[in-house]
């Protein structure tokens, strides 16, 4: 079946840097793609949806010069958190869709990045 | 896309099986049911969906009632991995945003 692959799994950093994380359809194609981020114990909030070749959509609330989005391949999409402080810590999952077996499947998700910001 | 209503949390033996609700009173004739779980700290994993005809995989079952209004997953002999918080959501399907609501905290007990 479909895979989407995420790194890192974790990361630490300080307040005040950068931090990329890589979602990667590994077998199949992805013109969109999505972001998500998850605070404990509560449910997913999509935060941008991010598309091939063009500039990504974000959510209301969502600060697009803070949470940059490449989308530059059809297997490759970044977040990247610019700035970054502690209110940023938080779970990112992206996921993707295999178009090319249906409009109707569901989606693929990351296995998400644990984001620390110390 | 239209809400869904599910019970915060659910208990299931081990062996038996574990049957989760959910209500969308407010679906569209043209939204589907999807369901999906989440594992604690992984990301979620597609299970299931459905239009109006009760569907089958190698993962579960989903039954829809005739009028669409409410549905129920049913994992037919519930180990302990299947321990997860379970999200019924309703999209149109293609690349449309899916609504997550809290889901259902489902805790498999031996």
């Known amino acids: 079946g479909a895979v989407v692959s995420q790194h890192p799994s974790r990361v630490i950093c300080k307040s005040g840097t950068s931090v990329k994380i890589e979602c990667r359809s590994l077998?199949?194609?992805?013109?969109?793609m999505f972001w998500y981020r998850q605070f404990p114990k509560q449910s997913l909030m999509l935060m941008a949806t991010?598309?091939?070749?063009?500039?990504?959509?974000?959510e209301q609330g969502v600060e697009k010069d803070k949470f940059l989005i490449n989308h530059a391949s059809l297997t490759l999409s970044t977040l990247t958190v610019t700035s970054a402080h502690p209110e940023d810590s938080s779970f990112y999952i992206c996921?993707?869709?295999?178009?090319?077996?249906?409009?109707?499947?569901?989606?693929?998700f990351g296995s998400g990045t644990r984001l620390t910001v110390v | 896309d239209a809400k869904t209503t599910q019970p915060p949390s659910m208990d299931c033996a081990e062996g038996r099986a574990a049957n989760l609700p959910c209500n969308h009173s407010?679906?569209?004739?043209?939204?589907?049911v999807y369901w999906y779980r989440q594992i604690h700290s992984q990301g979620p994993q597609y299970i299931i969906h459905?239009?109006?005809?009760?569907e089958t995989n190698e993962m579960a079952s989903l039954i829809i009632t005739e009028d669409r209004k409410s549905s129920t997953l049913i994992l037919p002999h519930a180990t302990l991995r299947d321990t997860a918080v379970y999200y019924c959501?309703?999209?149109?399907?293609?690349?449309?945003?899916?609504?997550w609501g809290a889901g259902t905290k489902l805790i498999i007990k031996p």
């Open positions: 996921s993707a869709r295999d178009s090319s077996t249906g409009d109707l499947n569901g989606y693929t």
């Open positions: 077998d199949f194609q992805a013109t969109t």
């Open positions: 991010s598309n091939e070749g063009s500039k990504a959509t974000y």
């Open positions: 407010t679906i569209s004739g043209n939204e589907y």
């Open positions: 459905g239009l109006k005809n009760n």
């Open positions: 959501i309703v999209s149109r399907g293609g690349n449309y945003q899916l609504i």
